[in-house]
């Protein structure tokens, strides 16, 4: 809908609330706000299918002016704020930002970063002052609060969160409609019942694709979205008591981490309002989502897809319980399993995982990575590997890129890890191949105990031994190292290259 549709409607009504601090935004504030930063954007220069950057923390601020770049018809990046000088430079000037929106909070990197962004003709800043950038709140406040002239839909251009190399941005074309036009069903409402009267929790960083596609979306139909600043087991489930959440989204790390406290600091909260708890993003072990549904009741509901947008597999509680492991049905595209001779493998067999019919994409200034992911017939992938049963039911086996080849057989480490991540002393886990002169590649674990103090060869022969009790003993890490905290990105994607390149490099200390 269109957000002076909801001003109008429901002027008063919180567009979203920050949990930490309570403070609320009406959609009339979200109006005016949005409006202001689309007229910035027009005097500044910007016309349709120009490019920003936002590099901000889960900011009062950023929904008002992802709005304001959407009903401006930019493409905007959202950038991780845990990013560094280096990753954010290359960013900024990959994806042809003219302008660079950040706050006081990340000034220890945006200030090495002058001179470094030549095609960025504009820097703002919230909340203080940078030397070399300009006050958003200054140059917003000077704006009008009624609408451009010219609205047009624009999009965001993400970037993948490079666990496997440098990120690359998600280029998608352009939305013709016009703009808070409402066309077709809303998916939302269609899958998980969502209404005006809903209210959404989102407990991760508004900078990755689903939690801004997800906050937005829900905004953008009228729903309170209630946002938290970063994500704690304790303070989630709080959220969800206090506001009196509906709907909300998940990743399984996250499951874990709640699962993994005290019962009776998990049970004293009442979390008997939720209709709708949505997760995605990693794979979920299936003892975690049984755990959940059996403390959250069938409200669980997955789904299978990617920033590039060219497929969406989804299943709920009900179906996942008859088929348990399974991600859903696709619903946007059809499904092909596919073998290394490009050729469609049956029901049962594993093989590279394509959409058909999907949405358009392309990886911003690579040729080669787009042409990767396309099919001869046209088709495109994300890089994952899996099956379908009978019933159409996809099945993910893991990351073709995360394969360990031992001996001459293939290993998908996610078994190991769905299990081992499951053992009471365990945090967190990551599975990968290390080098061995016999058989080219030997399973290795990388294990986050639940408390330090536990770790030592004892608790490596158990885990091993847990492992080997419920898997194929080639399946199972032959030795298990120890760390205070693995290098996991907030959206539940593990950079399980930091881990393995140490490995074959020779160096194992985390950089």
């Not at 092909?336 to 990886?363: K, M, Q, R």
Request: glycine share 10%; proline share 6%; net charge negative.
């Amino acid at each position: 809908m269109h957000p002076s549709k909801l001003a109008q409607k429901h002027p008063d009504k919180s567009a979203y609330i920050m949990s930490d601090t309570g403070q609320q935004v009406s959609f009339a504030e979200l109006e005016a706000t949005s409006n202001q930063a689309a007229h910035l954007f027009r005097t500044v220069g910007l016309v349709r299918g120009d490019h920003i950057a936002i590099l901000l923390e889960n900011h009062p601020r950023f929904i008002p002016i992802c709005i304001a770049a959407t009903r401006a018809g930019l493409y905007f990046t959202a950038i991780s704020y845990r990013l560094q000088e280096a990753e954010v430079e290359y960013i900024v000037n990959d994806c042809g930002a003219k302008v660079f929106i950040t706050s006081k909070d990340r000034q220890s990197v945006v200030e090495k970063l002058l001179g470094k962004t030549p095609g960025v003709d504009h820097q703002y800043v919230l909340d203080g002052e940078i030397a070399g950038f300009e006050s958003w709140e200054a140059a917003t406040e000077a704006m009008p609060q009624t609408p451009i002239a010219d609205e047009s839909t624009g999009t965001s251009m993400l970037y993948s969160s490079g666990t496997t190399g440098m990120p690359k941005g998600v280029l998608k074309p352009l939305p013709e409609g016009e703009f808070g036009a409402e066309e077709g069903p809303n998916l939302f409402a269609m899958l998980y019942g969502a209404t005006e009267d809903s209210i959404y929790l989102s407990p991760a960083p508004l900078y990755h694709a689903a939690p801004l596609a997800f906050t937005l979306g829900f905004i953008m139909m009228g729903t309170t979205c209630v946002i938290m600043p970063h994500f704690g087991p304790e303070e989630a489930l709080g959220a969800i008591e206090k506001y009196k959440i509906t709907h909300s989204q998940w990743v399984p790390t996250m499951f874990i981490r709640m699962l993994k406290l005290d019962e009776d600091v998990r049970n004293k909260f009442d979390v008997s309002g939720l209709q709708c708890a949505i997760h995605a993003a990693a794979p979920c072990p299936v003892i975690v989502k049984e755990q959940m549904i059996d403390w959250w009741g069938p409200v669980i509901y997955e789904y299978y897809a990617g920033t590039e947008g060219n497929g969406f597999v989804a299943i709920n509680s009900e179906e996942w319980l008859a088929h348990k492991g399974s991600v859903g049905r696709s619903i946007t595209a059809e499904l092909h399993i596919v073998g290394d001779d490009g050729e469609d493998l049956p029901a049962g067999e594993v093989g590279n995982i394509y959409f058909e019919g999907g949405g358009e994409f392309e990886y911003y200034n690579d040729k080669d990575k787009t042409a990767e992911s396309r099919h001869s017939k046209g088709w495109s992938t994300l890089g994952d590997v899996g099956y379908v049963d009978e019933e159409g039911y996809l099945y993910l086996t893991d990351r073709k890129s995360y394969m360990i080849i031992s001996g001459g057989v293939n290993i998908y480490p996610q078994e190991a890890e769905n299990l081992l991540v499951t053992h009471p002393k365990v945090m967190d886990v990551a599975v990968f191949g290390v080098p061995n002169e016999d058989f080219g590649e030997e399973v290795k674990a990388v294990v986050q105990p639940k408390h330090m103090e536990d770790i030592g060869p004892e608790l490596e022969a158990e885990l091993i031994e847990f492992c080997r009790d419920h898997l194929s003993h080639i399946k199972c890490p032959r030795s298990i190292d120890f760390e205070e905290e693995l290098p996991r990105h907030p959206t539940g994607k593990l950079y399980k290259r930091l881990l393995k390149d140490r490995y074959w490099t020779g160096d194992k200390r985390i950089a």
